[in-house]
């Protein structure tokens, strides 16, 4: 039976490689499972100050299938194996930013980057750390897609379509993995506040300074969201940290919505 207990350190032990840990969702992921006793590395294309010191960092960039193995290849070295693995690397930075003349307006290679660093990347990093896992007979992975998954835009299809293939994909996933007791869940977060959402907001407006501030308050307005605030990275990261422990032992194959309650549809 799994220890049900709530700890600051219920992750010590635990070896965990999370991508785009460096700002935003990834890096309030990154901090809160190092704090809970994880050893963590993460990646990204650029380096940062902010990581906690016990954090590695691997510069990668994840659109790539150099990127992926250079990331899987370092962390099993640095690790010697893995338990964890959040795929986060993505978002509006990763191919993702709005195009607001709709469809026609997105090209085949915009479809093709949003693809590459929010679906490919991860079903490439899950294939190169997941027989790890199995060997060991326990593990769980936890894909960072989108509401925008189950809701589509007509600015963003393709990276909502990006997000909708790996929320499809990680399900299968969760099946097949299931009977080594490796987990697989999905995280659909709403407008999260994130470096990445200021830019959407500025992109869609135009606004720049203080502005800037209260085009983000529209597009939360616009989300609709019934609960009052905003959703924060540390909300994600409190979600994907209780995925990953042992009290979640018997969840897998599921998609966790978190949206303050905006997403319309049962
Ligand atoms: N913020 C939201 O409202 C929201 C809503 C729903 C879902 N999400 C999802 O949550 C995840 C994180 O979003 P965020 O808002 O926290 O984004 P963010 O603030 O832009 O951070 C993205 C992270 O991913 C890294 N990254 C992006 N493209 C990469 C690439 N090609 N290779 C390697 N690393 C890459 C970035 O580092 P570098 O730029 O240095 O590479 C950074 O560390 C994404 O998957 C996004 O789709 C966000």
């Not at 993460?42 to 960092?57: Q, Y």
């Not at 909502?160 to 659909?188: C, F, I, M, S």
Request: charged share 20%; hydrophobic share 45%.
């Amino acid at each position: 039976m799994s220890d049900s207990t709530i700890t600051p350190t219920g992750l010590r032990g635990k070896r965990a490689v999370v991508t785009g840990g460096t700002r935003g969702i990834g890096l309030a992921i990154v901090r809160r499972l190092a704090a809970q006793g994880a050893a963590v590395v993460t990646s990204a294309r650029k380096e940062t100050d902010d990581l906690p010191d016990s954090v590695r960092l691997v510069t990668a960039d994840l659109s790539t299938r150099e990127g992926v193995a250079h990331l899987a290849d370092t962390a099993l070295g640095i690790l010697g194996g893995v338990d964890i693995v959040v795929n986060n690397a993505g978002g509006a930075s990763g191919g993702g930013m709005p195009h607001l003349e709709g469809y026609a307006s997105l090209s085949d290679e915009a479809w093709t980057e949003a693809f590459m660093t929010n679906c490919l990347a991860a079903v490439r990093l899950d294939r190169a750390l997941l027989p790890s896992m199995i060997e060991q007979r326990s593990g769980v992975v936890i894909e960072i897609a989108s509401t925008v998954a189950r809701r589509p835009a007509g600015a963003l299809l393709h990276y909502g379509a990006a997000k909708a293939a790996l929320v499809n994909y990680a399900k299968g996933l969760a099946t097949e993995v299931a009977p080594y007791d490796v987990r697989v869940n999905t995280v659909l977060p709403g407008l999260v506040r994130t470096p990445a959402m200021d830019l959407v907001a500025r992109h869609i407006t135009g606004a720049t300074g203080e502005d800037g501030d209260a085009a983000v308050h529209m597009m939360v307005q616009a989300e609709g969201a019934p609960l009052p605030g905003t959703t924060e990275p540390e909300d994600v990261a409190d979600l994907v940290s209780f995925l990953v422990s042992d009290r979640a032992a018997r969840i897998t194959g599921t998609t966790h919505v978190i949206d303050g309650g905006a997403l319309p549809q049962v």
